[in-house]
């Protein structure tokens, strides 16, 4: 991000991306006291459209915006649900289906919160939460016929609002992961997103990795330790943040990993010297976003895809009484570092060969290649050779 970063616009209020779509606040308000208008940039037309500026976007799933607009020409309310629509700008009302606990029958209740929180190619999704301590409920809403289905999830069904049916099932060895906070302050169940063979797990206090027809659960993110929450994914690789000056991050399939470097001006307030941890990730096929955490500046950079990647993996050969570091095949590789694993313990030497003596009593070796580029690191290693 050194390189071809730059910033976009001040998000206060937020930004969602989803697909080719980014959607964000801007730092003008139509009122005094009003909220920021959004705006929506189509990342492969380069277009960017504004929203009515009296409405707050909520969710982002294409071909939809969801949106709380108010109902009559006060600018405080109340507001109703509506669906901008991406492909053409049209927009309909919402109106729940009867049925929803807390929410479907009148009198209305102040202490109870009922709300559209996320939206997909056929589903809506309600969250009724009460401050009477009751279970928090999910129901999903079809966008075309109305029906209103209760929340299949478990820890092998999830929902996904991209689905006819609703409720998927995963693959064999993969599962959701609980909350750590369940009912009633939250739902029961994290979120759970498919990327062919791997599936990512979000819960309230982290991310785990899971790959199908194994047991392989990655930890990539903890609510306990971590440096920044900000996670972003999509079929070609997570990005995160795990340390104060860098993004970390896997490119899928081949879980090789990858650091991009962050320019000083996102991570660092003018005249201080502490760092500030990102508050917001988001991928498209075409760019990477980064909300910094001291000004809510929106940056855009390349997609991780312009990082180096390894297209055959590094191996360790002998010849005599060295070993060599073969670092494979790589595209968008400028510059190459090395280094080596005895018997599962890093030495010291970091030059593309290795003397047999210092591993002449040990019963394996292995390299890992870390190639760089303006956009950040990628890093791949080999299998281990078996020493004799």
Known sequence: MRGSVHPIGVAPAGFLASGDYVLFSTSTAV???SN??????????????????????????????LMSCPQNSHSYGPYGVELYSLADGARQRVTLSPGMPYCSSPPYDS???CSADAVGAYWIEWVASSYHHLPTEVYFQNIQTGELRGDPTNATTFADLNSPGLAQTTCSGVQLVPNLYPNPVGPGWGSLTAYGQFALAVTDDGALLERCGTHMRRLLTSG?????????????AIVWQAVPNQLSGLFLPSLQTFTIPLRSAIVKPPGSPEDTPVIGLALTAHALYVRDGWAGTLWRTANPTALPRNLSGPRVTRSGSTLTCVRGRWRNALRFSYKWRVNETTVKDTRPTLGLGTARKRPSVSCSVTASNAAGTTTA???PLHMR
């Open 224 to 236: 306990s330790t971590d440096y920044s929450s900000a996670l972003a994914s999509n079929a070609s």
């Open 381 to 383: 290693s080999s299998t």
């Open 31 to 33: 009122s005094p006291g």
């Open 36 to 65: 920021p208008a959004w705006v929506v940039i189509n990342d492969t037309l380069g277009t960017t459209t504004a929203l009515d500026p009296g409405c707050n976007a909520d969710a982002l799933g294409p071909p939809w915006v």
């Open 111 to 113: 202490e109870v919160s």
